[in-house]
């Protein structure tokens, strides 16, 4: 793993395309990594118009590109990418839905897979996954200790936003000492616990705070009381004046509900494909997700149904509920 950071001259650097602040904070941190080491990288993501005005407050979200066959064809420069790092994704199928570009990414060797979920495909040519961190951007700091190097202010503050907020603030479950170290080693090199990394973790938009409302108040829950869920639809948005690409901290809300033991939000895709994002307080339901080709972490996870947003809510909370009940 190592000697492919430190051989690296012109690597491409992609997340997957659904941006948030740890897969696009650890991007940067990596980045930041290898131009201490003298490479020119490039970062990539599905849909960086998805950066909204509060993860743009990352420092370096500015520089990525739009993650095109166009742009793996014709890199910036003309010069050819060496390697490609695949960072905080799971499988290649969650960097783009264009398989001509997952095409073209599979043609880009070495290819190296850095992620911390434990549905990881260990796609990667070589594949650095580390299933107990609590985020991506703690793997990146594992490196960054092996290496023995440092990083710019900008890539420590940008690990640091990573890994507060895939850890809501050190909250989670998979926060060890291990995580606090890699808080404390990144805010001696620049990095802070509040300003960006506290920003990306409780600062949403007008809109975005709408449509959390929105969503809120039409959550259900189940007869038990032990599963809440709700529906965000292109409809809930559009009256709120949002997006569904606003939606921010939904199932985190949501298990703030006293009782609840699991939740479910359903995002509408389209007309036939609805995404939904799960999580728990104890029971795992990582294999309720993969029983619809997503993952992610026993206790958080998430796929992309191809149904109707009503029909896949029946379908998941089926599956859910025979998960929490041991059927």
Not at 170 to 191: H, I, N, V, Y
């Amino acid at each position: 793993m190592v000697a492919h950071i430190r051989r690296a001259r012109r690597p491409l650097i992609v997340s997957h395309r659904n941006p948030d602040p740890d897969s696009l904070g650890s991007a940067i941190g990596l980045a930041a990594i290898l131009e201490a080491l003298g490479a020119s990288p490039v970062l990539a993501v599905n849909q960086p118009e998805n950066i909204d005005a509060v993860m743009a407050s990352i420092p370096g979200t500015e520089r990525f590109h739009a993650l095109t066959t166009d742009l793996l064809a014709s890199p910036p420069d003309a010069r050819p990418f060496d390697v490609l790092f695949s960072v905080d994704t799971a499988s290649m199928g969650l960097l783009s839905a264009d398989e001509d570009v997952r095409t073209a990414l599979r043609a880009i060797r070495p290819i190296v897979n850095i992620d911390h979920h434990v549905t990881n495909e260990r796609y990667g040519d070589v594949n650095y996954v580390v299933a107990d961190a609590a985020a991506a951007a703690e793997v990146i700091w594992m490196l960054l200790s092996t290496m023995g190097c440092g990083v710019s202010r900008d890539g420590a503050i940008a690990l640091q936003a990573g890994l507060v907020a895939d850890t809501l603030g050190f909250q989670t479950k998979e926060t060890s000492p291990r995580t606090l170290r890699a808080a404390a080693a990144l805010q001696a090199m620049g990095g802070a616990t509040a300003g960006v990394p506290r920003r990306v973790l409780n600062v949403r938009t007008f809109e975005a705070s709408r449509l959390l409302g929105a969503a809120l108040a039409a959550a259900v829950r189940s007869e038990d009381g032990r599963v809440v869920w709700t529906q965000v639809s292109e409809r809930m948005a559009a009256d709120v004046g949002a997006r569904i690409a606003d939606s921010q901290g939904i199932p985190n809300a949501l298990q703030d509900v006293a009782d609840a033991v699991a939740v479910a939000v359903f995002y509408e895709v389209d007309a036939s494909r609805t995404r939904v994002s799960l999580r728990s307080q104890g029971p795992r339901i990582d294999g309720v997700a993969a029983a619809f080709g997503g993952g992610g972490h026993a206790l958080a996870a998430g796929a992309t149904v191809d149904a109707p947003l009503d029909i896949a809510t029946e379908q998941v909370l089926t599956r859910l509920d025979e998960a929490l009940n041991g059927r």
